[in-house]
């Protein structure tokens, strides 16, 4: 529909692909870490990545799955650079194991793609004993990302190439508890609501990298980091609802995004000119956004900094 097509100031659309937004860019040299590669836009933004010569590490929970993704991507490209490394985002040991697996690889590190995620799942707990979704969405690629960022900085120290960080949010972010972040009752199962708590974590990637930002402009760091909704997509991210999940790969697919589509802002974002010194943004469409007024309180991004620190202790 035209509607899909019309472009914005970048000069793409909502019916734009990964290949479309990344076509003519050369990203040889470039070392990419890409969170929740096995499946759906991560191993879409993982393919095209790699396509335009990015050395991409998958970081993955389902290595077989994982696997399996590589071999697709060799098959169509051979001279592709991928690598696959176990990593459950809602495990700090996992994420810790993972970061020193990767700094034991004496690798440069020019893009932190933040992607995995679950969405709307039943109340659980993770493997440290928080509610899943925050302890997933956030708190794990939170804690990825400290752990990693001085390896972020040397590389871009060493190489005069900006860093780039990609939180990737959704519009969900919208639809968070009132007060934004229960800071005081993240584990509290009886007021638990499954959309509302997506939207906690969801406007926690926003925060988190508004945060970063302000620090990285404070102390003259040469990174940036940047949010994004990537659309309503036909993605296994609704599997906990049955009928949602239905309607989602039947009319869903005559008006919501492939994954193609799908991961173009995050490609976008990654490697893009255009993007080049951009930070703090809020990305939809291949364009600049405007995220719910609680997504731009930078008192509430502090607060939920300091709180995520004291988690990861």
């Not at 335009?52 to 399996?68: E, P, S, Y």
């Not at 996992?94 to 679950?118: C, H, Q, T, W, Y």
């Not at 009132?178 to 509302?196: A, T, V």
Request: with cysteine; glycine share 8%; net charge neutral.
């Amino acid at each position: 529909m035209w509607l899909f097509k019309r472009r914005g100031p970048s000069g793409f659309s909502y019916s734009n692909t990964a290949e479309d937004v990344t076509h003519g860019i050369d990203g040889t040299g470039l070392t990419a870490i890409v969170t929740g590669a096995s499946s759906g836009i991560g191993s879409e933004t993982a393919r095209v990545l790699a396509m335009r010569g990015v050395h991409v590490i998958m970081g993955v929970r389902n290595m077989a799955a994982g696997k399996d993704v590589k071999e697709t991507i060799l098959k169509a490209n051979s001279a592709a650079k991928v690598d696959v490394m176990e990593l459950d985002l809602s495990s700090m040991a996992s994420v810790r194991k993972f970061a020193s697996e990767f700094k034991s690889l004496d690798l440069p590190l020019n893009l932190l793609i933040n992607n995995a995620g679950v969405m709307a799942c039943p109340f659980m707990l993770s493997h440290d004993n928080i509610e899943m979704q925050f302890a997933t969405n956030h708190l794990g690629h939170f804690l990825l990302t400290d752990l990693l960022l001085e390896t972020m900085k040397s590389t871009a120290r060493e190489s005069s190439i900006e860093g780039r960080i990609v939180n990737v949010s959704s519009e969900g972010h919208c639809f968070a508890y009132k007060e934004g972040i229960r800071f005081d009752k993240i584990n509290d199962q009886s007021e638990y609501n499954q959309i509302w708590a997506y939207g906690q974590s969801k406007l926690a990637n926003i925060l988190h990298a508004n945060e970063l930002t302000r620090r990285f402009k404070e102390h003259g760091v040469q990174i940036t980091a940047n949010s994004l909704h990537p659309g309503s997509i036909v993605t296994n991210l609704l599997r906990h609802h049955g009928i949602l999940s239905g309607l989602s790969f039947t009319v869903g697919r005559l008006v919501l995004k492939n994954v193609q589509q799908g991961a173009s802002t995050t490609c976008y974002a990654a490697l893009h000119p255009n993007v080049k010194g951009v930070s703090g943004e809020y990305f939809m469409d291949n364009n600049i956004s405007t995220p719910s007024s609680l997504a731009l309180d930078t008192e509430l991004a502090k607060k939920l900094w300091d709180f995520s620190m004291n988690l990861i202790q």
